[in-house]
């Protein structure tokens, strides 16, 4: 329950606070160097893969649209670098799956400091023009969501959307890049937020910034006017803070209900990463070639904040931070819902927003030994979604997988991974949530 | 180079099962101090000889069912611990031996071992010694015995199988100041004297022993509760519907029913709440279950002792709140985010 007579920051219920590790949030955005090779996906984004429109031995140029989307709901890809296609074909992705990509060699006597542009007044676009505007930049959502962002932009007829959510949150322990992103483009964001705003109808926008970056707040507060329909607004330092529906209810004490979009309250969700890259693209008419991604863990010697081209290599980018050889465990996002690889010849794509390195000794759930539920209740208390994960490990243990999803709501578990935080037992609980999902799923086919 | 491969989250808390359970055990040495300080040899005989049973128990079920050793998560420790304090002093070794064996082996490895268990262990081997020695475990001996330190209650060292000789003549020749050979809440009910809250919360009453100082009790939980080792929630609960009920009786009819301060300082009700009933297996995890389940017990306890056959019934009460802790998660589980009436934006 919140109490609204009670002056505090705004949050939601439940939650955790993990050790957030930000020391990199204090380190300005640097460049890293191109790699040799650059290998890039021609689906980086939710929905149908891009169309390759060069062919092997075909010079390009940095920003040249090298795959064309494919329909709507799909995103073009352009050249992260001027060099030579050297191959398409199936190449190593994060999930393990061979995907479809260009792998180009680069220039490397090239300075890189031509850009194919084409600078337009976005000012002048109406709704239609700006969204395939939107989608010509290429970004999909870049906080690892990778849904394309004019797909999101796009609000049905029959919506209103009365507020645009801002998500600078960044809840994930390490990652600092949408920090520094708030801190030293603030322009570009308030720009897009603009944008956003022209293009999904919505009057006003709140920023959520979590109080451990006083700093951006600061940055975005001296940026914005003082009659601005853009507000930015301190929340509570807590995980997962982030997540959409955990921030449209500490922002405006809304509810999403259950199964249902943000649109259902009237809300739409953006991350200040995808925000502040279409406030800098759509003006210039540039593609998305580049990210700025975090670098961070025990692992790291030189951990920060980088400027990566897409499609870099991770074995290229751990060495130059001074991390490949001593690195074990590699985790793409935050250590809460991220995701570890098994092949360093992975590259950075679109919805990369950290890279974490750990050596062997640094992992703590090595020696974990797991006890049985001593029903300690914690999990509960820190569900964010208001399940009762207890019960469902209980009955994922045998393999009740269909009672979990009927009687205690499974499918309303995001897998943010709160009750596996705290569990004192070591239960792997969202680990036999997703197996317990994936078996609902296939019965559910056959 | 290998890559190690885990799902998320790749970031855990440090708590786990043996720390927990050990900060509990941790926090009741002060009780135990206490208590062998009032009773001498005989309170620390028996507190060590139950622990130890306990987690011989414990270690020798692990080996019958080709398990990995528990007693590395000090909850066999706790059972231990608790059922000693919950007996009185003059309690005969061997019986304490019994009861620890019962707690373990009936309250818990037959379950299935910690977490699976249904009732709190050492209520079931308290349970299981009152029915079956019911005089041995209402003799009460005095505190502060001149000679606590060097000899024992002649009781204690009761041959296995026998019965304990009669303790009348040793507490005569202890020549301890108005002992009275019952406890408070005996004399309550069946001489219709209160002792006054001021002995209740010092320990200068007659009890089990490690239920006589109910602040020192007290104390030992707000230190659980603050390091967050135990859920707050459950003792508050208790307290609050014990203190309740007894008010309200109170109202009633106050020549015949004690104060709240009474109810609430007497007997093993502080040891429960605090440590009995917060045992987190046997307890509710939701949390409206938890408050449900907590003023249960409360209501309970003071139903016993008012209309029971019994003096006590903290235990009983305690014991009806564990089997009704799957109901209870049952009935109230937790209102799913996004399942609230839509509020107008
Ligand atoms: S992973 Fe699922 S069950 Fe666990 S806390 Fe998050 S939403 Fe709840
Ligand atoms: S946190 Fe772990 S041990 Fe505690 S109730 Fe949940 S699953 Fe059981």
């Known amino acids: 329950m919140r109490l609204p007579f009670f002056n505090r920051t705004a949050t939601f219920e439940h939650g955790i606070h993990p050790a957030y590790h930000k020391e990199t949030g204090s380190l300005p955005i640097r460049r890293l160097p191109f790699a040799p090779r650059l290998i890039v996906p021609l689906s980086q984004h939710i929905g149908k893969p ?63 400091s031509v850009m194919v542009s084409a600078p337009r007044d976005v ?127 500490a922002l405006l004490g809304r509810e999403v209900p259950a199964g249902q979009r943000p649109a259902a309250v009237g809300v739409l969700v953006n991350n200040v990463m995808t925000l502040a890259y279409l406030g800098r693209l759509l003006p210039a008419g540039e593609g998305l070639v580049e990210r700025v991604l975090t670098v961070a ?12 081209p897409i499609g870099t290599p991770l074995r290229f980018l751990l060495e130059q931070v001074g991390a490949a050889s001593s690195a074990k465990e590699i985790i793409l996002g935050g250590p809460m819902m991220g995701m570890t690889i098994s092949s360093l010849d992975v590259p950075v794509t679109k919805g990369t927003s950290g890279v974490l390195a750990f050596g062997k000794s640094q992992l703590p759930q090595e020696e974990a ?25 209980l009955l994922a243990a045998k393999r009740e997988y269909a009672e979990m999803a009927e009687r205690y709501n499974l499918d309303r578990c995001f897998e943010c991974g709160c009750c596996s935080y705290v569990c004192p037992s070591h239960i792997p609980l969202v680990q036999q949530f997703r197996i317990a999902k994936a078996i609902n799923r296939e019965k559910a086919k056959s | 180079m290998s890559m190690e491969l885990r ?47 306990c987690l011989l128990t414990e270690r020798w079920f692990n080996r019958a069912s080709a398990q990995p050793s528990s007693i ?57 010694v009152q029915a079956a020695f019911p005089v041995a475990i209402t003799t009460w001996v005095p ?16 041959a296995p199988l026998m019965m304990p000789p009669d303790v009348v003549e040793w507490v005569k020749q202890q020549s301890v100041d108005a002992f009275t050979g019952a406890t408070p809440l005996a004399r309550w009910k069946f001489e219709n004297i209160t002792a006054s809250a001021q002995d209740l919360l010092s320990g200068a009453v007659t009890a089990s022993t490690g239920e006589t100082s109910a602040l020192l009790i007290l104390l030992c939980g707000v230190y659980l509760a603050a390091r967050k080792f135990m859920d707050w929630r459950i003792p508050l609960a208790v307290l609050g519907s014990a203190a309740l009920t007894a008010w309200l009786f109170q109202l009633y009819n106050p020549a015949h029913f004690p104060a709240p301060t009474f109810v609430l300082l007497s007997g093993g009700l502080m040891l429960g709440a605090v440590y009995m009933a917060t045992d987190m297996a046997t307890s509710p995890v939701t949390p409206v279950g938890v408050w449900i ?19 006590e019934g903290v235990m009983y009460a305690i014991l009806i709140g564990n089997a009704l802790t799957p109901f209870i998660d049952q009935y109230t589980q937790p209102r799913v985010f996004g399942t609230r009436q839509k509020r107008k934006p």
């Open chain 1, 369 to 393: 030994r797991v006890y049985a539920c001593i029903k300690c209740g914690e999990c509960v208390n820190v569900c964010p979604k208001f399940l009762n994960p207890s019960q469902l490990g």
């Open chain 1, 50 to 112: 891009a169309v390759c429109c060069v062919s092997v031995g075909q010079e390009v140029l940095r920003g040249q649209v090298i795959a064309t989307a494919d329909g709507f709901v799909s995103l073009p890809v352009h050249a992260p670098a001027t060099g030579v296609v050297e191959a398409i074909g199936f190449m190593p992705s994060a999930s393990g799956k061979m995907v479809d990509s260009i792998t180009i060699r680069v220039y490397q006597a090239d300075p890189q």
């Open chain 2, 72 to 128: 590395g998560d000090w909850s066999a420790t706790i059972t231990g611990v608790l059922l000693a304090l919950t007996l009185p002093p003059s309690f005969p070794l061997w019986m304490g031996v019994v009861a620890g064996f019962v707690a373990i082996a009936l309250g818990k490895a037959l379950f299935g071992g910690l977490g699976n268990n249904v009732f709190n262990p050492a209520l079931i081997g308290r349970a299981f």
């Open chain 2, 143 to 158: 505190a502060f015995a001149a000679n606590r330190f060097s000899e024992f209650v002649p009781t204690t060292l009761t």
């Open chain 2, 293 to 311: 389940y907590g003023a249960l017990i409360g209501v309970l306890t003071v139903m016993i002792r008012y209309f029971g056959g019994l003096t």
């Open chain 2, 7 to 53: 799902t998320s989250p790749h970031q855990i808390s440090e708590r786990n099962v043996p720390t927990i359970m050990k900060h509990v055990v941790l926090s009741l040495l002060p009780v135990c101090g206490f208590s062998v300080w009032q009773y001498g040899l005989s309170a620390l005989a028996l507190l060590l000889t139950i622990t130890a049973t």
């Open chain 1, 123 to 249: 000012e002048s676009l109406d709704k239609k023009a700006l969204l395939a505007a939107i989608q010509d930049t290429g970004i999909s959502g870049l906080g690892g969501a990778t849904f394309p962002a004019h797909v999101k932009l796009s609000v049905p007829p029959d919506v209103t959307i009365d507020t645009l959510v801002v998500n600078g949150a960044e809840c994930e322990p390490f990652l600092t890049c949408d920090h520094r992103i708030m801190v030293e483009r603030t322009q570009d964001l308030i720009r897009g937020i603009g944008y956003a705003m022209k293009v999904s109808g919505a009057p006003r926008a709140i920023i959520g910034v979590e109080d451990n970056k006083p700093d951006a707040i600061a940055a975005i507060q001296a940026a914005l006017p003082a009659d601005s329909t853009i507000q930015v607004k301190a929340i509570e330092t807590k995980y997962p803070q982030g997540a959409e529906e955990t921030l449209i209810y």
């Open chain 1, 297 to 308: 863990g025990p692992a790291v010697e030189k951990p920060g904040n980088y400027i990566v």
